[in-house]
């Protein structure tokens, strides 16, 4: 699993660099994110390790994404129950950059740690 997660660091990294200078389609300079989840179902038979409930296989996808060129700069695999706003915790907030989330991710611990990055600059 450790050489599919290097590998797709590679692959970010260089397309990142690719579309660093691409304004975001409404004309932001700013560095615009999105942020959300996925699950995913699975096969419980063939993925016992993913129970979620009963007979219910799942894992889910956090992911961010640099709306610029819609690249994603970060993905987390996790089990299906880890609750989205725990994706929070594993991002970095960048000074002067915008972040689109949905409801799943209210939280105050973000929203204080977002507001003393932003009173830092």
Not at 7 to 35: H, M, N, P, T, W
Request: net charge positive; hydrophobic share 40%.
């Amino acid at each position: 699993m450790k050489i599919y997660k290097d590998f797709a660091q590679v692959l970010i990294k260089r397309a990142s660099d690719l579309y660093k200078d691409d304004y975001f389609r409404i004309g932001l300079k700013e560095k615009v994110y999105a942020f959300d989840s996925s699950t995913m179902k699975l096969c419980l038979n063939l993925y016992p390790w993913a129970k979620f409930h009963h007979n219910k296989g799942t894992f889910k996808m956090h992911t961010l994404i640099n709306l610029r060129g819609s690249i994603p700069t970060f993905i987390w695999l996790t089990e299906g129950k880890v609750y989205d706003m725990n994706g929070l915790d594993v991002i970095s907030v960048e000074p002067e950059a915008y972040y689109l989330l949905d409801k799943g991710y209210v939280s105050i611990g973000f929203i204080t740690t977002f507001k003393s990055v932003m009173h830092s600059m």
